[in-house]
Nanobody, 117 residues
Framework: QVQVEESGGGLVQAGGSLRVSCAAS????????MGWFRQAQGKERLFVAS????????RYADSVRGRFTISRDNAKNTMYLQMNSLKPEDTAVYYC??????????WGQGTQVTVSS
């Protein structure tokens, strides 16, 4: 079992930056990858970015590529999402997830990111 917990959300003006973190605990040696998803009010949850826990290889949604950077600190079992040039449409609850190569099995409770225009 793996537990993940997000932190670092908040309110920021358009064009600003924010970093959210996700701390993993438990049987973290089973983790293959971690990822960020987001869900705007009234909309479906969407993929944002993911990172291979051992290689550090990253993937991004087209909507955030070039503005967001995903990274991890293996020693701290923590993943980060640095968000720059934020837009109002980035407003959402951001969820952290961890799992194997096929599925994300463990999810956090989410952290709210609000971008004001």
């Amino acid at each position: 079992q793996v537990q993940v917990e997000e932190s670092g959300g908040g309110l920021v003006q358009a064009g600003g930056s924010l970093r959210v973190s996700c701390a993993a605990s438990g049987r973290t040696f089973n983790m293959y990858r971690m990822g960020w998803f987001r869900q705007a009010q009234g909309k479906e949850r969407l993929f944002v970015a993911s990172i291979n826990w051992s290689s550090g290889s990253a993937r991004y949604a087209d909507s955030v590529r070039g503005r967001f950077t995903i990274s991890r600190d293996n020693a701290k079992n923590t993943m980060y999402l640095q968000m720059n040039s934020l837009k109002p449409e980035d407003t959402a609850v951001y969820y952290c997830a961890a799992g194997g190569p096929q599925t994300y099995d463990y999810w956090g409770q989410g952290t709210q990111v609000t971008v004001s225009s």
